[in-house]
């Protein structure tokens, strides 16, 4: 198993796990893509590759959930890769703007539906993990829905230790979300 950078090689499976239910655009989702998109995928793989998936981080600032503008930071995306097949992807952000640092972090994950409860999101993180600690990086802020059980499992499993729980001011929804810090060192 490994985390790579994306690339047209893993096509087959990439498009399969989208139409499985895998969201490339929200990987934090729990809800597939639109149809319209997942063609539009289709239609033209490798410019959706090199506009969208290995695009430079856009780092003019962009107005976030709480109404405010913060500036981008700088991402890595991985995929990963199981025998050969696409099984989820990993967004590694090597910065945090204020917004971030309250609630999103340094990580992003998703699976695709068909992988799922085997392990992949615990043993991806770890993966990432060591990305990280190659790049310089001491600590990872992490933060999952509290109904996200399969989400903080995985973060707990790889260390991570729970700074608090919030509720999102801009939300009416009242779900909860837990925000920890994996200790790189
Ligand atoms: C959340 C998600 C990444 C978990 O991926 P996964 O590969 O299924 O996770 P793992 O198999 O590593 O599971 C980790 C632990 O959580 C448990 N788990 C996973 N999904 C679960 C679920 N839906 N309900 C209860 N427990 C769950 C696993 O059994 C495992 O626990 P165990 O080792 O004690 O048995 C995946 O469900 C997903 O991609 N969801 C949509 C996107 C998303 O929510 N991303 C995260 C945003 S923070």
Redesign the pocket.
Known sequence: MELVLPDKKYKDSYLEALDDG??AKY????SPMDAEDIAEIKNDFEGFLTQQVLRPADLTPKQQADGKYYAGVPRVLYWLIDNGKFI?AFVLRTELNDFLKYIRGNV??????Q???????????SLLIEKARRLGMQKLL????EE???????IE?NGGVLENIITLPWENSGQRYKRYWIDID
């Open positions: 895998f969201n990987l934090g989702s729990q989820g992003g994950y998703g699976i695709s539906p992988y799922r409860r085997k392990g992949y999101a615990t043993q991806g993180l992490i933060a999952a829905m996200n059980i399969g989400s903080w499992k995985a499993k």
